[in-house]
C-alpha cells in the first residue's frame, strides 16, 4: 500500500459511520482510494480534512465564514502536493485560517464525521464533491486568533449559537457530534 493510501486506510479502517448515509460515504472514499489517488482536486470525488476548532475550557466553537460559500463553516480544506495524513491536512488548514499556533486534537485523533458534500460549479472549476474527514482540534488560547483573510472572519460561539449561525445540515450534524463532548 502507498504512502498516499496508507494514512487515509488506517483512519477509515477505525472510523465507525453513525448513519447509514454516513456508511455509503465511507465505502465510496475506500473505493476511491482504492481506485487511485484520492487527493487531487482534479479528481470530481477528492478527499478533503476539515476540523471544529473546540476551547474546552469555556465550552465554545469555532467558526469561520467563508466567503464563496457566503455562509459559517467549519475551518480545513485540500490536502497540498506530497501530503496524505488527513489530520496533519486538517492541522495545517486550521493553523493557516485562525493563527492559532496551539492546536492539538481533542479528545482523542480520530475523526468525528465523515460527510459527502457537493461543491457548485464556479470560474475556476466545475462541480464536484469533498469527501471531507472531519475532526476536533482544541486551543488553550482562544484569543490569539486571527482570520487568515478580512474576508473570512472567525467567530467563537457556544454550540447552540453555532447551531443558530450555521445552515448546512453536514455542518449542523458534525456540531451534534461534538457537543455532548464539551459539555462531558
Known sequence: MSSTHRALAHVLARYRPGTAAEHADVDRVRALAEAGDPWPRSNPLHVTASALIVHPDSGRVLLRRHPRHRSWLLVGGHADPGEHDPLAIALREAQE???LPDLTPWPDRDP?????????ANSREEAHEHADLRFVLATADPERVRPEHPDAPLRW???????ALVTEANIQDTLSRVTPLLAG
Open 97 to 99: 485560517e485562525t493563527g
Open 112 to 120: 468525528r464525521h465523515l460527510v459527502i458534500v457537493p461543491v457548485p
Open 157 to 163: 460561539l457556544t454550540p447552540a449559537d453555532a447551531r
